[in-house]
């Protein structure tokens, strides 16, 4: 047979085959050797076909390779992919663990701060033999493996995800779209943010908190003034216990809850020592105590001398001499008996601790009038309701206490009008330095929480000693049950209320 029959009889074979194979749906049995021109477009069908079969094995085999390596993934065989990255399977240690909220928080050799995910039942100082897998990084402990989520990998994922922030205390909170919370770390967060504030908003407002302040400072004299109430009276006394439990509660929940969240930010990198806080609000407690101290003891000398002129003057009248009782008070005296026999020397007393009571309450609320400002507007508003109601209980606490003095009309309209003029005043200093005023910078944080701290410190003292102890181991020992119940729902209800405003303000 001539080599021309030969190739004619093969390509017949070979088309034969092909429809066969058509026509049965079965994959990958035809394979053809030779090509020719002639019948074509059957040949190419199958070269299709081919294809498609080499497609599907390769994709079977890309699969099985995936799944390959995610047991690998699995088994922490991470060798593999490490060298596709270039990556040499170097470990290393984290230390300096320590707990911050729920999360735990540790240190590399590189001195970037990271965080061990998810948190460990029992949270470890340091974490060893870890190890780089691709972008992220493994840590051990024993046989159980965590992964160590370092910051500065968090800031290249949050770079350009949009912020949101708040003021909170004088601090500025912000957080990304996805509820994480931004940190120093991310390089911008302590600089100035540039905001568009709505300033007339505040100016108008400015006047609301001015009125507010007014009521709550002035109501208790316009109404011991009207209804010709004595101090002792019922009224007067719920209102005096409302006020002390308002001034513990800013003790506690305002003043030092924000003194410590000032002085714990991020943005003070150098500030070392953790109680900060603390010390200047026992700083301030001194230096409350030891002005109460002298002026006591002047006062109590003041008493003692003009005593002891009376004895001189009635031992040298001999038609008195026999009637007159005793006035001279012993050195062992309480101070209660001391101010009991001597009422102008007990009321410079009471003024002088007024006087300290408003001095806390206007550092405080000057700074109220500053954060009130500065806040953005999707969180003014809110801020602006809570400090509304927070300056009109602080307002009341301080009038309940004006009208118990043993002073002009005058003295306690100005001591009133001082207080109610100093969170407007704290607006209008926000409102002038809208421009340049940063939250995290760290001479501001410093500045705002030292005045909080020594503010606490303050009110601790006359909210403690001078209202809670005196009030209540003094003023209302003699009180009936109906009395002292009514005072005790008042103090606990002055807590209550304050307490709750923590909760936005």
Avoid at 243 to 253: A, E
Avoid at 322 to 344: L, R, V, Y
Avoid at 465 to 485: C, G, H, I, Q
Wanted: charged share 20%; glycine share 6%; with cysteine.
């Amino acid at each position: 047979m001539k080599f021309g029959s030969w190739s004619k009889l093969v390509v017949f074979t070979s088309l034969t085959f092909g429809v066969i194979a058509e026509s049965s749906n079965e994959v990958g049995n035809s394979r053809l050797v030779k090509k020719n021109q002639f019948g074509l477009s059957k040949f190419n069908f199958n070269i299709k076909r081919d294809e498609h079969e080499e497609e599907e094995h390769d994709h079977d085999h890309d699969h099985e390779e995936e799944e390959h390596s995610h047991e690998h993934e699995e088994e922490h065989d991470h060798d593999h992919e490490g060298e596709e990255e270039g990556h040499t399977h170097t470990t290393f240690n984290v230390t300096g663990c320590h707990l911050h909220d729920d999360s735990l928080h540790c240190t590399d050799p590189d001195g970037i701060e990271g965080m061990i995910s998810p948190l460990p039942t029992h949270p470890r100082e340091n974490y060893t033999d870890c190890h780089s897998h691709g972008t992220e990084i493994y840590c051990m402990d024993g046989e159980t493996e965590y992964l160590f989520i370092r910051e500065s990998d968090n800031d290249i994922n949050l770079a350009n995800e949009e912020i949101s922030c708040h003021m909170h205390a004088g601090v500025e909170h912000c957080t990304y779209a996805n509820g994480t919370e931004v940190s120093s770390l991310d390089g911008n967060y302590c600089e100035k943010i540039d905001r568009d504030y709505n300033i007339p908003l505040r100016i108008g407002l400015l006047f609301v908190i001015l009125v507010t302040s007014a009521i709550g400072s002035f109501g208790p004299l316009i109404l011991r003034s009207l209804f010709k109430i004595s101090a002792n009276n019922v009224i007067i006394i719920i209102i005096k216990q409302f006020g002390t439990g308002v001034i513990l509660s800013t003790v506690f929940i305002h003043l030092l809850t924000h003194s410590f969240l000032l002085f714990s930010s991020s943005c003070l990198t150098n500030l070392n020592y953790e109680p900060t806080s603390a010390s200047i609000a026992m700083a301030g407690l001194f230096i409350a105590f030891v002005i109460e101290f002298i002026a006591f003891k002047i006062i109590s000398s003041r008493i003692e001398k003009l005593n002891n002129r009376s004895t001189a003057s009635t031992q040298n009248d001999e038609h008195e001499h026999g009637s007159i009782e005793k006035t001279n008070i012993d050195h062992n005296s309480s101070e209660e008996e001391i101010f009991a026999n001597n009422e102008p020397s007990r009321s410079s007393y009471d003024k002088l601790s007024v006087i300290l009571l408003e001095a806390g309450i206007v550092f405080h609320s000057i700074l109220i009038g500053i954060t009130l400002v500065v806040a953005a507007d999707t969180y003014f508003i809110t801020l602006f309701i809570v400090i509304v109601f927070h300056q009109f209980f602080e307002g009341l606490a301080l009038g309940s206490r004006i009208i118990i003095l043993n002073t002009s009309v005058w003295t306690k309209m100005l001591m009133a009008f001082i207080f109610a003029i100093t969170t407007p005043i704290g607006m209008a200093i926000g409102v002038g330095t809208l421009n340049i005023f940063n939250g995290n910078d760290p001479s501001t944080i410093i500045a705002l929480g030292v005045l909080q701290s020594a503010s606490a410190g303050i009110l601790l003292w006359t909210g403690l000693v001078e209202f809670l102890y005196r009030d209540w181991f003094f003023n209302l020992k003699n009180a009936s049950w109906f009395s002292t119940a009514c005072a005790m729902l008042s103090l606990v209800l002055g807590l209550f209320c304050m307490s709750l405003l923590g909760n936005w303000a």
